[in-house]
């Protein structure tokens, strides 16, 4: 292990034991429920990026690309943003049709370990997921965006996933608010029958995937994104997307 590797990981060490102790001490009463905006992720650096897992179809046999940069064009306030792209493409290499299916690439956070155990982060105390980013690619390839939390447990194909809807069209930077209520229980890739409330206590990694083979859609994709935090409905300030009960229809919440 490199020196900063290791650097890393003694860190993450001594931050997984400063929130155990925060957490005895909420349970004990010592603390009132944190509502607070919590930032979970920013993509504002290549540290921040370097924290990231990429993947594709074509890890297993697809064409589709996938790239993380650091964009130094698209900034926020003045800060470099995460620019997620690559080609979409529901094609697999030659003696795999039919064996693997293409069109997906995504993200999430790498698994945080350290000597005491694996860092998770709490949000139970909020109501939303809010993303910061913006839209850009082939305006097909913008509606096949997905939200994806795993939490700590044992069955690591148990995926909560929500759509991610824009209202924007532009490329503008634009917030976007989702209930985590909302999120829905997948396993492997399909919705699972019998859904239960999330538990929010120890969420484990966030990640955004392009399922470009669940809507048959191809071309070149690109999501700035800034930064994911969680926020409680006084840092909200419009209206969040809702998912309709059918799990398909999408409607906007009434102000």
Known sequence: MSFSRLSQYLNRSARYALDGTSRVLRMAGADD??????????????????QLALGCDADIGGTSTIHMDLDTEHTYEGKPTGKFHGQMSLAVRKGLEGRVRGGYAGFRNKHRTTLFGEITDDVTFHEYLALRVRAAGH??????????????????????????????????????YIPLDDFVLTNAGEVASHQITMARDKVRSIGISLLGGNSGVEGPYELGI??????????????????????TKWERQPV
Do not use: C
Request: net charge negative; glycine share 6%.
């Open 33 to 50: 429920p944190i509502r607070t905006p919590i930032t979970l992720l920013t993509f504002n650096s290549q540290s921040d990026l370097g």
């Open 139 to 176: 305006p097909q390839t913008r509606h096949s965006y997905y939200v994806n939390l795993q939490m700590e447990g044992p069955i690591t194909a148990d995926i909560w996933q929500h759509r991610l809807f824009f209202n924007r069209g532009d490329g503008a930077w634009e917030d976007i």
């Open 226 to 247: 800034d930064s994911i935090r969680a926020l409680n409905s006084e840092d909200v300030d419009i209206p969040p997307v809702k998912q309709a009960s059918d799990g």
